[in-house]
């Protein structure tokens, strides 16, 4: 499908809307709920820009993952990171995919996945089965989730399973996988359990030591809660994530136009993840307005790389919140502490980083116009504690503040805005520079390199949301400038910053029901990131590399029958520069491309069967990465080959 024939497809679905709307005469959506300020509020009528993704948009994917629903159906750019699909990097609005990720905060239930290094989040640990709800705010979150929320954050929900349920589905390239959940909901207490498994015998031909790029995770998580007496509520999970992969390095560019799929010659990285967590909290509602609620955290994760250059590191994460809120008839005001205590110990050394920080954040609705106001303060403290040789600490204080509206014009219209200050506090990995290489050009050693400057954003965002009968619209665009934007220098492969940068876009979404049987969406986001000044001038109005400007979505969903639904959805992003390439000179990253099918048939009430094809066109898509030491770019071979599987679900 060619971006042409996909415009064209956009244009004759918007003209619908109007016409739908008069006939259908009825509203065929459901409010969608939003929850990122700890308030609950319709995302039309919220202060911020949102992107809401229900269970029902997840059951019709086809999606057995989360990174792969992220990547193929959000406005999110989601790619495996250097060959690991489990910690993918991100892009939202703009930061690239280099350090894309840092400037999200991600979080289920509260917890948060992002780590105190320039590892990714570890979104392959968390079972597609027991997401409820993700909720992807843009240009706002830093007060309530601080450091490292400045494009963003996403929140991921997740559901307390009542009944039972077996899944089991297989594929093309080895693809096996099942899941088994259940649980009980009552009026006083809810129980449920998951235990998820999917593994692949890969995509690439097998290495040197005859292994391909093959992968295993199990994951299981339970959770409980329960209301012993009236106005207390009591909640508590547990999870384990247990991680076996293998992926390829890059290829030049010869080789991946040639074939994808060859090796040449390397091994394939080999790694293991095991991560444990669990989680308790309380709210206690002292009046019918005021609650007060406290909540645990702890984490213990290992990341171990097998091979000739093996190294283990382990990390342990603690974090604790205590918070009152008061919910009134039009005001609304949460006030807290958060705590988070990070630490990674390696072969010969401790390294920390800890945040402490204090937040308010309110809300007062008038009978059209609802105001938000939110500030924050947070210390972060690092710590490095090598077996031999100096200790290192550092401390940093920020401030945050957030302020919205939103304006109900009409019944079906509303308008806000939103201005955001935001700050991320560099990881633990920042303050070092690479000083060894092996044979593959990868880091084996490094030494301190200074304790940079954190980096500071402002962004502003105006749009709309339309709402009609038969068509959902939503509309935003926003400006970030921002300072000391973080980023590694590959020429002197040391961490640094740029003096100022800014970024801007446009961000459409719309959902139509075209017809009873036939409903179409649309997700687009137009974006540019510019390097305003760095400190050596050489990249000085250049554009962030690893940013595409384009960003689109567009799905449809058929009732074939009363029992049978099928979807169709096609990703595409505008060709960008190359991942390290800041003088804008290498060639450029090719445009990625994946259409997607997808059909659920309903057998019984309690029997469903699926089946799924992705990249159906088996477009050759890929991360172009420029390396001093390689060809001007290399490439890290990515959904390049058409996958298929097949699955039922039993229910009881």
């Not at 509309?475 to 921002?482: E, K, Q, S």
Request: proline residues 4%; negative net charge.
């Amino acid at each position: 499908m060619s971006i042409r024939l996909s415009a064209a497809a956009v244009a004759a679905c918007a003209a619908l809307p109007s016409a739908l709307a008069i006939a259908a005469g009825e509203h065929q959506f459901e409010p969608v709920i939003v929850s990122a300020t700890r308030i609950d509020v319709t995302d039309v009528d919220a202060t911020y820009a949102s992107e809401v993704h229900t269970r029902k948009d997840i059951e019709r994917s086809g999606a057995t993952t989360l990174v792969d629903y992220l990547s193929r159906q959000t406005s999110v750019q989601v790619v495996p990171s250097f060959g690991n699909r489990f910690t993918p990097s991100l892009n939202m609005r703009g930061y690239g995919l280099t350090s894309g990720f840092q400037n999200v905060m991600i979080t289920v239930d509260g917890r948060r996945l992002n780590n105190i290094d320039s590892v990714p989040q570890l979104l392959g640990g968390i079972a597609l089965a027991d997401v409820d709800r993700i909720e992807i705010t843009k240009g706002s979150g830093s007060v309530l989730y601080g450091d490292g929320a400045t494009a963003g954050s996403i929140q991921i929900y997740t559901r307390p399973h009542d009944g039972a349920r077996i899944e089991a589905y297989g594929g093309s390239h080895g693809a096996l996988g099942g899941t088994v959940a259940a649980g009980l909901v009552r009026e006083r207490f809810s129980l449920s359990a998951t235990a998820d498994h999917g593994e692949t015998d890969g995509y690439s031909d097998k290495d040197p030591s005859g292994h391909r790029d093959a992968s295993k995770a199990d994951t299981w998580h339970v959770a409980a809660g329960g209301n012993p007496v009236d106005g207390l509520k009591l909640t508590a999970d547990a999870g384990r994530t247990r991680i076996d992969t293998r992926y390829p390095g890059p290829l030049d560019l010869a080789r991946f136009e040639d074939d994808p799929a060859q090796n040449d010659g390397s091994l394939y990285t080999h790694q293991r993840f095991d991560s444990a967590y669990w989680s308790v909290g309380a709210e206690y509602r002292l009046t019918d307005a005021w609650r007060l609620s406290a909540r645990h955290q702890t984490e213990d994760k290992t990341s171990e790389f097998l091979g000739a250059f093996s190294s283990t590191l382990d990390y342990t994460y603690d974090s604790d919140e205590l918070a009152l809120q008061y919910l009134g008839d039009r005001l609304s005001v949460t006030a807290g502490v958060q705590s988070f205590d990070g630490e990674r110990k390696g072969a010969s050394e401790k390294t920390s980083k800890r945040n402490l920080g204090w937040f308010v954040q309110g809300q007062y609705a008038f009978d059209r116009l609802t105001l938000s106001a939110g500030a924050r303060r947070e210390r972060v403290e690092y710590g490095h504690r090598p077996d031999a040789g100096a200790r290192l600490k550092d401390d940093e204080r920020f401030n945050s503040w957030d302020v919205g509206f939103n304006y109900r014009i009409d019944p079906a219209l509303t308008v806000f805005g939103n201005y955001n200050d935001a700050f991320q506090a560099p990881d633990i990995d920042r303050f070092f520079v690479c000083n060894a290489f092996d044979a593959d050009f990868t880091c084996v050693g490094t030494a301190f390199n200074a304790f940079i400057e954190p980096m500071h954003a402002r962004t502003v965002t105006l749009g709309l949301n339309h709402v009609l009968p038969a068509n959902r619209l939503k509309l935003a665009v926003f400006h970030a400038r921002l300072k000391d934007e973080i980023y590694f220098d590959p020429v002197s492969f040391a961490n640094t910053n740029f003096d100022r940068s800014h970024k801007y876009g446009i961000e459409l979404q719309d959902t139509w029901q075209i017809s009873p049987a036939l409903t179409g969406s649309l997700n687009y986001a137009w974006t540019r990131a510019i390097i305003d000044r760095d400190g050596s001038g050489a990249f000085d109005g250049k554009e962030l590399p690893a940013a595409p400007k384009h960003n689109l979505v567009l799905g449809f969903a058929v009732k074939v029958s009363e029992a049978g639904t099928l979807n169709l959805s096609h990703t595409w992003r505008s060709k960008a520069w190359a991942d390290g390439d800041f003088a804008n000179g290498a060639p450029r990253q090719r445009e990625y491309q994946s259409t997607d099918l997808a059909y659920r048939h309903r057998v019984t009430k309690d029997v469903e069967l699926y089946g799924a094809v992705s990249n159906l066109f088996a477009h050759e898509n890929g991360v172009w990465v420029e390396s001093a030491f390689r060809p001007p770019v290399v490439v890290y071979p990515v959904d390049f080959v058409r996958t298929w599987k097949l699955g039922a679900r039993v229910s009881f």
